[in-house]
């Protein structure tokens, strides 16, 4: 193996899989701190997301969100951007796909209704994506920055809007009026029940195969079409990506709308899946969920796919581990999140030096 | 006119309660960020360190092992940051992503774990906490108009961390601009590759501007829990370690430009409480969000150069990959 083989193979494999390792080990490392027997704690948790079929179902829907504010996070990392306001954006987002479930024409197909309602997810997550964008490729402010204060604008937008002006007349929570039957993604166990077949009901809906649907859009545009190219181009060198005549500007631009519009359909999921109303919070942790699970994936959508189930796990087992070991509470997938960017996020190259110096004897040797 | 005035005082008086941690996380921001690490962890540090601030002076019944605690705490997350960014040269802006939701989740689970309550730590009775200082002399001074009210209510009656934390700005000015400290801080942020020449550490500087910064970080958050209020709760920090960081931004890296955004947006949230739900002459009522969400949109419209420049420090969020 030449040296070049062997760094990507380090770089590639083996360097990912020592870092989600050790993310899982200070997770073990945790549960021990406060009293908690590691395996045992692993046996509750993969029961609750597999040993039955409602659990199975949980599991999928918190994937589906999980894959949406990945690819979100993933395309905008390819074009060397930080997206980190995926929170905001899915936020926004939902407010599309609400506005159309609330105002349009209830009495016409399902079948126009829901697609009209995904493109409302799409084009206000981009919308909210456009501003930091613009600022960040023509006036010269950071995204990360503005994304971040993004995110705040959206979450007092958002309250202001459920408070005063989308709120359903005498309901005194901050939440609007019901969407009409016709702009309801199907539940997976209806779709099931009307072929026949009876499973446990659970909040499961058709999003989870627009979910794949759009991870292999993401693919085939990222490595197959002309502008994906660019991306990549632009994220690999900006000074290369001038030269061949790429527009980075305009690069970063295009990017971010891709990036919010991914983000903006976590709405659909929630909203138009099971929620069946806008309300507050719906959002909450899946856009930061999304900088975990590119950075698992190693921003590739079937990474991605694979990333964001197993958070999906992580997020329906530690719902009822919660609910089995009364010392432990759900929020130790929050600590597992933290770790896991931690680890293979900014602790990246933690292993790095040890690994070519480990094999720097068997290199000479050969 | 005489309601007016004390309105006006009480607002400037609860601002100075609210600013206290902004200027204590943004001055941390201002060593990281000097010295060219980049710190979106401020928030996380924060909420970690009024968390255990709050649980130390809960269990030993006193707030200044509490605020040691706390400052150990974030001085930890601050070490972190730096074995990520310094020493593995790893994406600063995700190291900090990964201490606010490690800071989020821990804070959690910790309560659960040691006090057997989602979220919160148990509440503080008297002097377990920093209680309000009457400044000498306030009885001979009340007597005089106006400048009495100012004294009594503006001046005298704060705690400790508050005055804490308006003397640490000229401290910190003296610190960047005065000493030999500063000077080689203020070049590792702008030209590290000067520094290592100068046979300087830039690892060890950035380092120590990180440890600057975990110390502050740890002040403000116990301030949080066992000064301003007298527990811990869920998520208390509310993002004031991301309004502390666009109040560094604002200011321009510079200490008392910062104090003034610091000022200015502690102002902002001190008038978004009073002005919930009041109906003010021809405006009307102001949304409470459009308050809240302005530190915000000042920084957004500031970052994008619309109002004066903000060019942050060169060498900002690069790890400094010495040659060989």
Not at chain 2, 49 to 61: D, K, P, Y
Not at chain 2, 185 to 207: C, F, H, I, Q, W
Request: charge should be neutral.
């Amino acid at each position: 193996m030449t040296r070049d083989r062997r760094l990507s193979w380090i770089n590639g494999l083996l360097l990912p899989l020592f870092n989600v390792l050790t993310a899982f080990l200070a997770t073990a490392v945790v549960f021990i701190l406060i009293d908690v027997n590691p395996i045992e704690a692993t046996k509750i948790l993969i029961y609750g997301a597999f040993g039955y079929e409602e659990g199975i179902g949980y599991t999928l829907y918190y994937t589906t969100n999980f894959i949406f504010t990945g690819l979100a996070v993933a395309v905008a990392f390819h074009a060397g951007l930080f997206n980190i306001g995926g929170e905001g954006q899915a936020y926004v987002g939902g407010l599309g796909t609400a506005l159309v479930a609330l105002y349009i024409d209830p009495t016409l197909s399902a079948w126009l209704i829901i697609p009209l309602g995904i493109s409302g997810g799409l084009l206000f997550g981009a919308m909210w994506a456009i501003i930091p964008a613009y600022l960040q490729a023509y006036r010269g402010s950071h995204i990360v920055i503005t994304t971040i204060m993004f995110n705040f604008l959206a979450s007092a937008l958002m309250v202001y809007l459920l408070v005063h002006v989308l709120r359903e007349v005498g309901q005194m929570s901050p939440q609007s009026k019901d969407f009409p039957d016709s702009a309801w993604i199907p539940f997976v166990h209806d779709v099931f029940a009307g072929m026949g077949y009876k499973i446990a009901e659970s909040p499961l809906n058709l999003s989870f195969i627009i979910a794949l649907l759009f991870s292999a859009l993401v693919w085939f545009f990222l490595w197959h079409t002309r502008w994906g190219f660019a991306i990549r181009a632009t994220g690999k060198s900006n000074d290369a990506a001038v030269y061949s005549g790429i527009n980075p500007k305009k690069i970063i631009v295009v990017t971010m709308c891709i990036s919010g519009a991914l983000a903006g359909l976590v709405g659909i999921n929630e909203l138009m899946g099971v929620q069946h109303r806008l309300l507050l919070d719906f959002n909450y942790g899946y856009g930061f969920g999304g900088i975990a699970v590119a950075l698992m994936g190693r921003n590739h959508p079937i990474g991605i796919i694979i990333a964001a189930l197993l958070f999906g796990i992580l997020y329906q087992g530690g719902m009822d581990l919660a609910f089995e070991m009364q010392s432990v509470s759900r929020h130790i997938i929050v600590v597992m999140q933290g770790l896991v960017i931690l680890f293979c996020g900014g602790l990246e190259y933690l292993y790095r030096p040890i690994l070519i110096r480990f094999l720097a004897p068997i290199e000479a040797s050969e | 006119m005489n309601d007016l005035l004390l309105n006006l005082i009480l607002t400037l008086d609860a601002s100075f309660r609210v600013c206290t941690p902004l200027i204590f996380a943004s001055m941390a921001g201002l060593f990281a960020e000097r010295s060219g690490v980049v710190d979106i962890g401020l928030e996380g540090k924060l909420l970690m360190s009024a968390f255990i601030a709050a649980s130390a002076a809960s269990v030993f019944g006193s707030p200044w092992i509490g605020l040691l605690f706390a400052i150990f705490a974030s001085c930890i997350f601050a070490m972190i940051h730096g074995l990520a960014s310094i020493t593995f040269k790893g994406n600063q802006i995700v190291s900090g992503v990964a201490i606010n939701i490690l800071a989020s989740g821990l804070t959690m689970i910790l309560t659960l774990a040691w006090f057997k309550s989602g979220g919160i730590t148990p509440t503080l009775q008297g002097d377990e906490r920093f209680l309000s200082i009457t400044l000498p002399g306030v009885d001979i001074i009340d007597h005089i108009p106006i400048l009495g009210v100012i004294y009594r209510e503006l001046i005298s009656g704060h705690n400790i961390l508050v005055y804490l934390a308006f003397a640490t700005v000229p401290l910190v000015w003296w610190v960047v601009y005065r000493t030999r400290f500063g000077l080689r801080l203020r070049a590792v942020g702008e030209n590290p590759k000067a520094v290592d020449t100068a046979g300087l550490s830039v690892e060890g500087l950035r380092y120590k501007a990180l440890l600057i910064g975990g110390i502050l970080c740890g002040i403000g958050g116990a301030y949080i829990a066992i000064a301003h209020n007298a527990q811990f709760t869920k998520e208390m920090t509310a993002g004031q370690g991301f309004i502390a960081l666009a109040a560094l931004i604002f200011g321009k890296w510079h200490p008392y430009k910062v104090l003034a955004a610091c000022f200015l947006f502690g102002f902002l949230d001190a008038l978004a409480v009073r002005l919930q739900g009041v109906v003010l002459p021809v405006i009307g009522e102001i949304p409470v969000q459009l308050i809240e969400a302005t530190p915000y949109i000042l920084t957004v419209i500031l970052l994008a150069g619309f109002i004066g420049k903000a060019i942050p420090p060169k060498a900002s969020a690069q790890p400094y990959i010495k040659e060989l």
